[in-house]
């Protein structure tokens, strides 16, 4: 299915130079001379790898066919996890490699949309937000302006992430699983 460049979105699959792409990030770009234009941010589903591409917002990309479905998390095994469907209790197996560091994010029956080309998984989507818990942070130093307004945090799964200064160890936040940043504490 043909789309224009402007509707490319993160998440979507396209088929780009005679491969499959996910969509990692869009930014739409219009410089103050010549036509505006798509920064588009891919990784390669088959191969793993990753590529920046400029598509001009009057160029048509092909919208790859795929099928998603809903799926539970079960449990993580070596190197893959482990989903359910709902409806038919069939389950699948994913690499970690598919999943990237998101893989760290699942908790038993987290609901995450799988999406399949020829039967085979390609792409793993979890929910928007998840809640997650702050295992541990440095101390805020008052009145410290001078420097970035974040500091460093590492999750009780593992993931570092910057947060706020007013966020202390043991306290509930909510990320952005798309791009693992903070959006707001948790009361």
């Given at each position: 299915m043909k789309i224009t460049a402007n509707e490319i979105k993160p998440g979507m699959i396209i088929e780009h130079k005679n491969d499959f792409w996910n969509v990692l990030k869009t930014q739409h770009v219009k410089p103050g001379k010549g036509g505006a234009f798509n920064q588009v941010e891919l990784k390669s589903v088959l191969k793993g790898t990753k590529l920046n591409e400029?598509?001009?917002?009057?160029?048509?990309?092909?919208?790859?066919?795929?099928?998603?479905?809903?799926?539970?998390?079960?449990?993580?095994?070596?190197?893959?996890?482990?989903?359910?469907?709902?409806?038919?209790?069939?389950?699948?197996?994913?690499?970690?490699?598919?999943?990237?560091?998101?893989?760290?994010?699942?908790?038993?029956?987290?609901?995450?949309?799988?999406?399949?080309?020829?039967?085979?998984?390609?792409?793993?989507?979890?929910?928007?937000?998840?809640?997650?818990?702050?295992?541990?942070?440095?101390?805020?130093?008052?009145?410290?302006?001078?420097?970035?307004?974040?500091?460093?945090?590492?999750?009780?799964?593992?993931?570092?992430?910057?947060?706020p200064p007013f966020i202390e160890s043991g306290e509930k936040i909510i990320i952005d699983t798309r791009t693992l940043e903070y959006v707001k504490r948790v009361n």
């Amino acid at each position: 299915m043909k789309i224009t460049a402007n509707e490319i979105k993160p998440g979507m699959i396209i088929e780009h130079k005679n491969d499959f792409w996910n969509v990692l990030k869009t930014q739409h770009v219009k410089p103050g001379k010549g036509g505006a234009f798509n920064q588009v941010e891919l990784k390669s589903v088959l191969k793993g790898t990753k590529l920046n591409e400029r598509f001009r917002s009057n160029e048509s990309v092909e919208k790859a066919e795929v099928n998603e479905k809903k799926f539970n998390f079960l449990y993580i095994d070596g190197e893959s996890c482990h989903f359910m469907d709902k409806e038919n209790f069939e389950q699948v197996e994913i690499s970690k490699k598919i999943a990237g560091e998101q893989y760290k994010l699942l908790k038993e029956n987290l609901e995450v949309v799988i999406s399949f080309m020829e039967e085979k998984p390609i792409s793993l989507e979890l929910p928007k937000n998840i809640e997650c818990i702050i295992e541990s942070t440095d101390v805020a130093i008052k009145n410290q302006t001078a420097s970035s307004s974040y500091k460093p945090a590492i999750l009780d799964c593992g993931i570092k992430i910057n947060v706020p200064p007013f966020i202390e160890s043991g306290e509930k936040i909510i990320i952005d699983t798309r791009t693992l940043e903070y959006v707001k504490r948790v009361n």
